[in-house]
């Protein structure tokens, strides 16, 4: 794929350089069968592409394609000369993120400091060089404000989960736990791994490399803060990430030396708690 690739570039008078980003360009991210081809090609004419709706079928027996630059709600300016990005899967399990840079556009391929390795510069570029540090995608040190604003709004959004327990609205309780809540869980725990490595490390898009940071202990008891089943399971977890919330939320606090008032923690704890005993009319256990 990477031969056809570059064998397209050579060929094409059009397209002046190549270079490969994303996973496959970074030394820290995972090398296996599902990498995709992160790919960028500046290009001379730009629209002489995008309005050619034939023209990357040259890489090969597309399965299903996006076009996420030209969407219902935001089409694209077919006669400009902004990005445009062909998301392409394969029959044969390749797959090519292909972003077109018009060479009008080179000041976003020299703002842009995302690993890269440069397979292709017909012209001799100074914009195109290899970029090999990775510590753009490392988790920065929150300031306090950001610290605080974390905590509330992770207790704030959780309320959100209780009454839709309480209403027995179930997508809006799972929605507002995993979509909302969990991201201010997943901020305040990648700080606390982050803290052990002196900020220095990446714990991937989506968090996805957290298990390599947690140990196998660690890594159950976080998984095991998501609901499987109904209503039930969901009130369990929500308690259960309160308390993985808070003790998180203690070290982090701890780390910075910045004040943590676990007055909110237990004013929201509590009401919640009657919020469950009054629905379901039994203590909680847990």
């Not at 929150?142 to 992770?154: I, M, V, Y």
Request: hydrophobic letters at 35%; proline letters at 2%.
């Amino acid at each position: 794929m990477l031969d056809k690739i570059l064998k397209i570039a050579k060929e094409d008078f059009r397209i002046r350089g190549v270079f490969l980003n994303g996973s496959r360009a970074d030394s820290d991210a995972t090398k296996d069968e599902y990498c995709d081809y992160d790919i960028v090609y500046l290009v001379e004419n730009i629209q002489s592409f995008t309005n050619d709706k034939e023209w990357y079928k040259v890489f090969g027996e597309i399965l299903i394609m996006q076009t996420p630059d030209d969407w219902y709600n935001e089409p694209y300016d077919y006669s400009g000369k902004e990005n445009f990005h062909y998301l392409m899967q394969f029959t044969d399990g390749n797959r090519i993120d292909l972003t077109l840079v018009d060479t009008g556009n080179i000041t976003w391929v020299r703002d842009n400091k995302e690993p890269r390795k440069i397979l292709l510069n017909k012209d001799n570029r100074e914009e195109l060089y290899d970029i090999t540090s990775t510590s753009i995608y490392n988790i920065t040190p929150p300031g306090e404000k950001e610290f605080h604003d974390c905590c509330n709004e992770f207790w704030w959004l959780s309320l959100y989960v209780a009454k839709g327990l309480c209403r027995e609205e179930f997508l809006y309780a799972k929605i507002h736990m995993e979509d909302y809540q969990m991201p201010m869980l997943l901020k305040m725990l990648n700080w606390s791994i982050a803290m052990d490595h002196d900020f220095s490390i990446s714990t991937g898009k989506c968090s996805k490399y957290l298990k390599r940071f947690l140990s196998k202990e660690e890594m159950q008891n976080f998984m095991a803060l998501f609901p499987e089943g109904g209503y039930e399971a969901i009130w369990e977890k929500l308690f259960l990430q309160y308390d993985f919330f808070n003790k998180v939320a203690v070290k982090v606090a701890e780390y910075f030396g910045w004040k943590y008032d676990t007055t909110e923690f237990q004013k929201v704890i509590d009401y919640a708690r009657e919020m469950k005993t009054n629905v379901t009319g039994r203590e909680i256990l847990f």
